[in-house]
């Protein structure tokens, strides 16, 4: 689902060549990349060389034949001659590529019912080099690596069934954490195999329709997704005749066509950055995971928390405010709703408030939540429309006379904001935002050592967790994450 894309055609090599390359391998132990190209040479490759020999098929390599038809005649005959189909031989003849995946590590972790597996593997590329002599030549061009981890609790229904793709999978909890690991693992590891200049999507820009709009013939047949970004190129030659890239743009796709059944189809493509970008110009993938980190300092100072709802602080001093941070963990949602630069979004704050007083005090406010991001672009810079609600805790904990007291509050909360957004680069933004909290308290209690304590001098129930937060920080695209969060939507992605 995620390797696999549209622009590789992939093909499983024959049976007897895998037999061969297996037997080198079994027995090896540690192998490095240049000790498997070797082998692949002695295997694989003398296999392919042996087929291209044959004065048959170097006869018609040399006519080159010019139907199909042809080919498939051909491979038919031949194909008995070395016990293999007719598809079989073809891949042998065709072959340009030969990719290897492989895992370093795999371990499991268990502490009573949770359930953990650490994955950590890559990919090595391998380059068919067959010269006018049918001579075979394999070298080790590309190599990647990623790592994933999963996670399950036993006993929890949710984590007996996985999917994959558009299935659905009855498994045990020690099957969904290993699932879940290579499933993030996989997903970390396509993007890097998405960047490798060989590899890497690339297209022309076909007209340009309005300032900063432009179209472009890929589309779903070449698995791309709305909001997948893309470098624009200038090919030119210098003054010796050397061919030139040179980099003059940067954009996402805001349609993408479904050309799969219809070629002439063209989606388009909007800059965030660039100029005098002309019909013919190079568009070129810069892939990422679809989901994006954002870490931003908190300023806090129009709270009404009454100083005396925590134990031993002066009833006459008052919580006004306090910092903190917060980390946002989104997923754009654009290839599953068809809305681009929409995103799902997870906010974790934490804010150190300050408390006015001489004794061993200490106040801190917690906050998770979920909500909707919309982002609003005009060249580099956005508007950023967020929309969330969730959970606010309050504690606050005082250590007096070898005793250690503690007051909590839990309310529930709905958080609008906005944020100015610049793009600093195709990673990495600049934010500056504001935010509102409208709270409601749902539970209280007071504490003395772990244990639940009434306390008449600690009011409670005055506790307002009201607030606006100021914020700076940024945001960055990310290639990868440790872990499978969000993985559940990645099958609905249609856009």
Known sequence: EYIEVPRFDFNQLTDKSLQQFWRQVRGQGVMSARSLEQI???????????????????????????????????????????????????????????????????ERTQEKDDISYEIEGGFYWFQVNISAQDEVDIQLVESGSRGGIGSAVVGVKSYQKFSLGNRDYVVSENQYAVYDAMQTWVKNLSVVMKGIPNFCLSAQVVQKLSANTYSSNLGRREGVHLDDAFFINEIFEDSKGN???????????????????????????????????????????????????????????DMDIPAS??????????????????????????????????????????????????????????????????KLWLGRLALGLQAAAGIDLFGGEAEQNDKTYTSSVMALGAKPGARAIFLLSPSLQLTAGISRHYTFNISSGFYVDGEEFYYSGCDLAKVNLDRTHLELGFNWIIKSFPINFYGWLDPLKKY
Do not use: C
């Open 40 to 106: 692949l040479q002695q295997t694989v490759g003398q296999e392919i060389a042996r087929i291209l020999k044959d004065p048959d098929i170097q006869q018609a390599r040399r006519a080159g034949l010019e139907y199909e038809s042809d080919w498939l005649r051909l491979a038919r005959i031949k194909g008995k001659d070395y016990g293999l189909t007719e598809e079989q031989l073809i891949i042998l003849m065709n072959s340009a590529y030969l990719y290897l995946p492989y895992l370093s590590k795999m």
């Open 243 to 301: 061919q030139k890239t040179k980099r003059v743009g940067y954009g996402r796709l805001i349609k993408n066509v479904d050309n799969t059944r219809h070629p002439e189809r063209l989606s388009e493509l909007k800059l965030f950055y660039g100029s005098r970008i002309m019909p013919g110009a190079v568009l070129q993938e810069n892939p990422r995971l679809g989901m994006e980190i954002a870490a931003n300092l908190v300023y806090i100072e």
């Open 309 to 374: 709802a925590i134990y031993g602080v002066s009833p006459y001093h008052k919580i006004r405010g306090g910092v903190g941070l917060n980390v946002d963990l989104s997923y754009n949602l654009a290839p599953v709703i068809g809305i681009t630069q929409t995103y799902l979004e997870t906010r974790i704050n934490w804010i150190s408030l300050a408390v006015n007083n001489s004794l061993d005090v200490s106040a801190d406010l917690y906050s998770v939540s979920l909500g909707l991001h919309k």
